[in-house]
């Protein structure tokens, strides 16, 4: 069985200030994804590393994935209310059908 | 919004009931994947169809199934509920063939199991 555990799973920031979500797993996956999910709603896709070592920005919202493409990170600069909810990382395989393999999530509130 | 929409968006139902939720998926796509998402954790794969045949299963018990029709619309069906039963049931729709098959997901339905 795949897990992939994230790290932390609560956080509470001020306003401005800066935070890195962490998602590590024993496992290799073809690609990992990172979902931003509101209360009432379903996860909605923020960004899909493929390449170990890649590097992505999103605005102010910056992905890495690992060399070994077995974790990843999200770095967020001068988070702002709207980054409030819930952050989950994903590990794809894609084999006879594309398995995606969701973390437990780190809740963020940004505090005015 | 992503173009994926589910009903009913609440449930309540008591234990050994049965139930179907209905799942409609975006214009275009072909594939529909259905996930548990108990309260305070991620979402769990449950199965996905393709061409209206089930070809992926998470660790579900058949009590557990569904079907995918013609248009690619969706029901996940769950027979004898038990208490654990109870998480926002959410299913996403994708195009199956492109070199990142993107999943997009409806607002789920939540269920209750008294």
């Known amino acids: 069985t795949q897990l992939l555990e994230q790290s932390p799973q609560f956080l509470s920031i001020q306003e401005g200030e800066n935070l890195t979500v962490y998602c590590n797993s024993s496992s290799v996956f073809s690609s990992l994804q990172w979902y931003r999910q509101e209360p009432g709603e379903g996860p909605v896709l923020l960004v899909t590393?493929?390449?170990?070592?890649e590097v992505k920005k999103l605005k102010r919202l910056t992905f890495q994935f690992g060399d070994a493409r077995k974790d990843s990170s999200l770095h967020i600069t001068a988070a702002q209310p709207g980054d409030t909810g819930l952050y989950l990382c994903a590990g794809v395989n894609s084999g006879g059908y594309q398995k995606v393999t969701f973390g437990i999530g780190t809740k963020l509130q940004v505090i005015p | 919004e992503t173009g994926v929409t589910q009903s009913p968006t609440h449930l309540i139902k008591t234990r050994g009931q049965q139930v179907t939720l209905r799942c409609s998926s975006q214009?275009?796509?072909?594939?529909v994947s259905w996930y548990q998402q108990a309260l305070g954790q991620g979402p769990q794969f449950i199965f996905q169809?393709?061409?209206?045949?089930?070809?992926g299963r998470g660790n579900f018990p058949p009590r557990f199934s569904g079907l995918q029709f013609p248009n690619y619309s969706s029901e996940l069906n769950v027979n004898a509920l038990e208490l654990d039963d109870s998480a926002l049931y959410l299913c996403?729709?994708?195009?199956?063939?492109?070199?990142?098959?993107?999943?997009?997901f409806g607002p789920g339905t939540r269920l209750l199991v008294l």
């Open positions: 214009s275009g796509h072909n594939t």
């Open positions: 996403a729709s994708s195009l199956r063939g492109g070199v990142l098959e993107t999943q997009y």
């Open positions: 590393v493929v390449t170990g070592g």
């Open positions: 169809y393709y061409r209206e045949e089930e070809n």
